[in-house]
């Protein structure tokens, strides 16, 4: 039967009240059992949790209990105790999946939920990611787990716990020593991640036995650990034992040589392994001939990570037999010549010391090698000077390293202006990772320290600079802006979910618009390759300054903008940045409003991406309209290897129109389209695609091919080409001008988009555009649409909105029209017309002119019953700042029917 769910996913709304999360208990209460409670992306206070776990509390059983992020701004006297009302009042029986990950926890919140983990007996999937737990919350949730595992025994009920998630958290040795123990009891985990949690050799042995007992285990990451040689030891004890292992992640973990003699043989018997990296492990050439002697003839294999290693020319050259599975080695550094073991004894240092800092190299700033500084993620408090002086220390005694990291740290402001004057004598640093050091720390403290480490690297030849996970915000975006627009050499820039918001964008948008001309100027071109900014709020005027940098730099070949609320005209300055830049190989625009429109203004320039490699478009609301942009682009992508079209509401359709499409790219290695609506006739469409097609475990099957009009009732807002509305509000509001002879060229011209755009700037207003739009839909609304003719409404569209002349041209006719109506000069338009009216113009108008067409629709729409506060809070993203307060203005009859009308 159908799913039954109560679901708020990234709606990024604060619940503070028990009246706040009403509806979503009366929701709740309407069933006897749930599939699934999905709350992440939002945030809830204590009442508010309280009131959902009662509500919880109601039900004879809940499946998937998925409740990520959502204590943002939350203080730690709330999230505990909410922690521990979910984990009494959640019903267990049937619990599968809990998903707590991305939440402040800590080990008061690890002791809270152990309970609720000691209890579920059928649970398949812990996600604690990113939690800062600690050791100590990692020894409680070993503990849960090992009760788990004994009250399922005590009951007859094996427990048979399958994937666990817990990275970036500092369990240290301890808490993974306690982790694993309960693994080994357990013996189903099928995956286990665990990466960025400052284990050394002595958590990995611990690790390894424990994996030794899970036979089926199929992923296994331990990635930014370390597991040196001891650990590389007991691993390659460990995996032969795990015959259908796919994925080994075993990333910057300094294995180097000594450990890869020992890992690397391990995997010969692992015949199923699709993905193995050993990126930045500081192996040499060696290693690489090893690499190919114990793997050459693994057919499975599909992916190889080995970059940032030392494998030089001859050990290039030995892994070129991977060729079409060798993911990039553009960051190997080495001259391939063999390494000492240099580990004569097995000691590792105490927990509570700093990890070791390497030797200073020779004083040669311009030798290839890194010399790296790091105190990756030691989980200090650096409060004062004095506690800061083993950093500086470090740097001083390392003047001509070349690579700095203290991320995963946190410092004051008295701490890093130290730090700072130090830095500003080091004049061979190429690596800045600076990302996650202030956590706890109040923004008086994080925006001054950040503008003191601008100004003592603004001389140093950056070439990576990585603040991620910071909260920069707008006035931390504005201190980094001198360092980024003098910073000429930089070409890899890295601010993820820094929340720098749209104003913050725009200071960034600035600043690399600024090093493109200085760089200019100087004669010395600003070459950017690789742009990394999800999850910051970006939204329309952030992306759009961004855009245009990105457009000018024209050198990218990573952009990742995820998760920042871009649509509309965003989406057009973002698309022109994409076809300035011919050699992008990544392209990530996950979680961002997309839709139909957004894909039709899109497609144009990723046609042109020849070189484009990874495509993710996941969750962006394509449905059809999307999905069939999408898929006319697919032919052009010849190198092409990763696409991520999950979540995208895609009906059997699409299904029919991609499987053909990828079937026939030969680089493509990885298809994954989850979350869609394809039903047993849309899986049967893609099983053309073989292994590349990534499992899909949540395909609806509706079974129900969408309509052209994308969406429908209070939710939707997407223009319609084929409906009824939109042909009555183009005829009253535009002079009706058949254009049957330009339709037929457009629809039957090789290149639709060329010819569209060639029609309507060739028109001195909008009206011609406006015909032809309205010739398509009057066409649709009588029958299917002809062949070719679907394609000419999407060109038709993309071409009205990069054209900025016809596109005032048009919005103006249609404002004027309702300018007549306000004065009585024509009759009203019944609702069907306004309906049409808006989506006609949010399509095709700036988002400078939405405030006027809110002000003319105050005039002519009638009474509707329904909030203005639930209005607001739905149009809130679709504007900027002083529309949304006069939208808060108007009447509430005019709010209500603008919302029965989207």
């Not at 945030?43 to 998937?64: H, I, M, P, R, Y």
């Not at 029986?93 to 309970?115: C, E, K, M």
């Not at 969406?711 to 009555?728: I, T, V």
């Amino acid at each position: 039967g159908p799913q039954m769910a109560v679901v708020v996913r990234d709606q990024k709304k604060r619940y503070d009240t028990a009246e706040d999360v009403r509806a979503l208990t009366e929701a709740i209460g309407k069933h006897k059992t749930l599939d699934t409670i999905e709350l992440g992306g939002n945030t809830f206070s204590l009442v508010a949790c309280q009131a959902l776990a009662e509500a919880l509390g109601q039900l004879e059983g809940v499946k998937n209990v998925v409740c990520d992020d959502i204590f943002t701004t939350r203080k730690e006297s709330d999230i505990h105790p909410a922690l521990a009302t979910f984990s009494k009042f959640i019903p267990v029986g049937s619990l599968v999946y809990i998903d707590f990950s991305d939440n402040a926890l800590n080990q008061y919140g690890a002791d809270a939920i152990r309970p609720l983990i000691a209890s579920a007996h059928s649970l398949e999937t812990l996600k604690l990611n990113n939690t800062g737990i600690g050791w100590t919350g990692g020894e409680i949730i070993g503990a849960g787990l090992m009760d788990a595992y004994t009250n399922g025994v005590r009951a007859g009920r094996p427990y048979r716990l399958k994937h666990f998630i817990l990275g970036r958290s500092r369990l240290h040795n301890e808490g993974i020593t306690a982790i694993a123990a309960a693994f080994a009891r357990i013996g189903s985990l099928e995956e286990i991640r665990v990466p960025q949690n400052g284990i050394f050799p002595p958590g990995i042995v611990a690790l390894a036995r424990a994996v030794a007992r899970n036979r089926n285990l199929k992923i296994l990451e331990i990635s930014d650990n370390k597991a040196k040689k001891q650990g590389c030891r007991a691993l390659a004890a460990a995996l032969p034992h795990c015959a259908h292992l796919g994925k080994l992640l075993v990333e910057s973990c300094n294995v180097r040589d000594a450990g890869a003699h020992l890992l690397v043989p391990a995997l010969a018997g692992l015949r199923e392994l699709t993905e193995l990296n050993l990126s930045y492990n500081e192996m040499t050439g060696s290693i690489a001939k090893l690499i190919k002697t114990v793997l050459v003839d693994h057919e499975a294999l599909t992916t190889l990570s080995v970059t940032g290693n030392e494998f030089g020319n001859s050990g290039l050259q030995a892994l070129q037999v991977f060729s079409r599975k060798l993911e990039s080695t553009s960051d190997d550094e080495g001259s391939g010549d063999e390494q000492e073991d240099d580990e004569v004894d097995e000691h590792v240092p105490p927990e509570e010391d700093l990890p070791p800092v390497e030797d200073a190299a020779p004083a040669a700033p311009a030798a290839p090698a890194t010399v790296e500084v790091t105190f990756r993620n030691a989980q200090k408090q650096v409060d004062t000077i004095d506690q800061a002086e083993a950093f500086i220390d470090a740097l001083r005694d390392c003047k001509h390293a070349t690579s700095i990291d203290f991320g995963g740290n946190t410092f004051s402001l008295d701490a890093c202006n130290a730090i700072a004057a130090q830095l500003a004598h080091m004049t061979a640093v190429r690596e800045i990772h600076f990302d996650d050091m202030f956590t706890r720390r109040k923004n008086e403290s994080i925006h001054p320290s950040l503008r003191a480490f601008g100004n003592s690297l603004a001389h140093a030849p950056l070439a990576f600079l990585d603040l991620s996970d910071n909260a920069l915000n707008p006035t931390g975006a504005e201190a980094i802006s001198h360092l980024l627009s003098t910073c000429l050499t930089l070409t890899t820039l890295r601010l993820n979910n820094t929340g720098v918001g749209p104003s913050g964008g725009e200071t960034i948008g600035k600043a690399l618009m600024a090093a493109y001309t200085n760089g200019q100027a100087k004669g010395t071109p600003y070459k950017l390759q690789h742009f990394v900014l999800g999850r910051s709020r970006l939204e329309i005027p952030g992306i759009t300054a961004i855009s245009a940098a990105l457009k000018e730099i024209g050198t990218l070949k990573e952009i990742r903008v995820n998760n920042n609320g871009v649509t509309g005209t965003g989406l057009v300055a973002l698309a022109q940045a994409i076809a300035a830049n011919k050699n992008l190989e990544i392209l990530e625009i996950s979680d961002n409003w997309v839709k139909g429109p957004g894909a039709a203004v899109l497609a144009p320039a990723l046609t042109a991406a020849a070189k484009l490699k990874t495509l993710i478009m996941e969750s962006c609301l394509l449905r059809d309209a999307g999905g069939l942009a999408i898929s006319k682009v697919i032919p052009h992508l010849k190198a092409l290897e990763v696409v991520n079209l999950n979540y995208n509401e895609f009906s059997p359709r699409i299904a029919k129109a991609l499987g053909p499409e990828l079937a026939v790219l030969t680089a493509l290695r990885e298809a994954q389209l989850d979350g869609n609506e394809f039903g047993a006739s849309g899986l049967a469409a893609l099983a053309i695609l073989g292994s590349k097609l990534v499992e899909m475990n949540e395909n609806e099957d509706t079974g129900d091919e969408q309509s052209g009009c994308e969406g429908g009732g209070e939710d939707s807002f997407a223009p319609c080409f084929n409906s009824a509305a939109l042909r009555g509000a183009l005829e009253d509001l535009v002079p009706s001008t058949p254009a049957s002879p330009a339709l037929a060229a457009i629809a039957q011209a090789q290149n639709q988009d060329a010819a569209a755009q060639a029609a309507v700037a060739g028109t001195p207003d909008g009206v011609h555009a406006a015909g032809l739009i309205f010739e398509i839909a009057e066409i649709s609304a009588s029958g299917p649409l002809a062949p070719g003719m679907a394609g000419a409404a999407g060109a038709i569209a993309a071409a009205a909105l990069t054209a900025p002349a016809v596109m005032g041209a048009f919005v103006n006719a249609m404002l004027s029209r309702l300018s007549l109506i306000k004065n009585d000069a024509v009759a009203p338009l019944p609702a069907a017309r306004l309906a049409g009216a808006w989506h006609v113009l949010h399509l095709l108008s700036t988002e400078a002119r939405l405030l006027s067409l809110w002000r003319s629709l105050s005039v002519l729409a009638s009474d509707a019953n329904i909030a203005q506060r639930k209005t607001c809070d739905f149009l809130a993203p679709y504007t900027n700042t002083d529309a949304y307060v006069e939208l808060a203005r108007l009447r509430r009859s005019t709010l209500a029917a603008i919302a029965r009308f989207l």
